[in-house]
Each structure stands twice: as C-alpha cells, then as structure tokens.
C-alpha cells in the first residue's frame, strides 16, 4: 500500500510526466492519437484528469465517501459511464477548450490543480459522478488515468514515455488489484513473469 504522502507524488509525478510530454507534441496536434482521437483530443482527454479534480473539490460533499478505493471507482464507473460515444467527444470537447497553444493550457491546469491538491487534506471528500470519494482515494485513480493516456500520447507521436517510476509503481499496483478483483491476476502474473502471452482483448478494466 501506498502511504499518503507518496500517493501525491505518484499523482504530481504523473501530471509533470504528462506536461512534458505535451510540450513535445510541436504542432502535430491533428496527427492520429487514440481510438477515433486527434493527438489534440487525447491530450483533452487526459487534462480532464486534472480538471475533474478542480471540478469535484468545489462540490461540498458531506457524510462518508461512498466509494472506497481507486479500484471501486474504476469498478462503478466501468457499469454506469462507459458510454464511448459521450467519453469520444468529451475528449475532443476538452481538447478545442484548450485553444491555440495546448501546451501551455496544460500546464497552466497542472500548475493549478496540483497547488489546490497540496492546500487540500487527504480526507476531503470530492463528488465524482460515481459517488463520494477522498481525495488521496481519487488521486490513485488520477495517476493511473494520467500514466496510461500520457503512455498512449507517446506511443502516437514515437516518443520514449520514460515514465516516472513512483507513477509507474502505482500505476502498476492498482492494474495488479483490478487484475485481482476481476480474476484475471493468473494470466496477469505468468504474462508478466515471461510464462507466455496475455489472452487476446485482455483488459483489466
């Protein structure tokens, strides 16, 4: 498990490793990026990472979080928001609000949530559109979406992803209990030990 403290570096971690990454994109912001996304609409995507935060802490929450882990979270949100028609233009969505220059947008949010996330305590509750949650709670479930799609952008622009190794360490923690809740850690474990290849569409989510 991780403690607090290295859950908000793993998250700050991963919002300066997709930063980065971003400022690298150098105009080639209408190239192929994810599924039916621009590489504008993947990094909009991915910002929404950090924006929901922002979103969700202005709600007053009260009474007990609803949801107790980043692993419920993905578990909820895999049953009542997987609409990829909606999550599609969402994405393209945040991409157009980032306007002409992405990259600075960018890290205009990163700069901005991750200070509200530091003057912010771990126990405050943020209203997600799954159920309640604490904040430390919701920030595993934001490096992980962060890590991936920040992997994905480099992967579409022939990047080395480099990816921070606290953000992968918990990236890689929370894959191995989602893995395990759904039981799909066999095939997950000897994959990974070299014991032969994941089933074909293998996902976790």
């Known amino acids: ?51 929901t935060i922002e979103s969700y802490l202005r709600d007053e929450v009260e009474g007990h979080p609803e949801a107790a882990s980043a692993a419920e979270y993905f578990d909820r949100a895999a049953s009542s928001l997987a609409d990829p028609v909606a999550v599609t233009q969402r994405g393209r969505d945040a991409g157009a609000a980032l306007g002409a220059d992405p990259s600075a947008a960018v890290n205009d949010i990163r700069r901005r949530v991750t200070d509200l996330v530091d003057a912010s305590p771990d126990h405050a509750l943020v209203a997600t559109p799954i159920g309640s949650m604490r904040l430390i709670d919701y920030l595993v479930a934001r490096t992980f979406e962060l890590t991936v799609h920040t992997c994905d952008l480099c992967a579409a622009l022939g990047l080395d992803a480099d990816v921070p190794p606290i953000a992968a360490a918990q990236t890689a923690a929370l894959i191995g209990e989602l893995a395990a809740r759904h ?23």
């Open 183 to 205: 039981q799909q850690v066999t095939a997950l474990l000897l994959s990974a030990t070299g014991r032969g290849p994941l089933p074909p569409g293998f996902t976790v989510l």
């Open 1 to 51: 498990m991780f403690t607090p403290p290295a859950t908000r570096e793993a998250f700050a971690a991963s919002a300066a490793f997709f930063a980065a990454r971003v400022a690298e994109v150098d105009g080639r912001w209408d190239e192929h990026g994810l599924g039916e996304w621009t590489v504008r609409d993947l990094v909009g995507h991915t910002s929404r990472s950090l924006l």
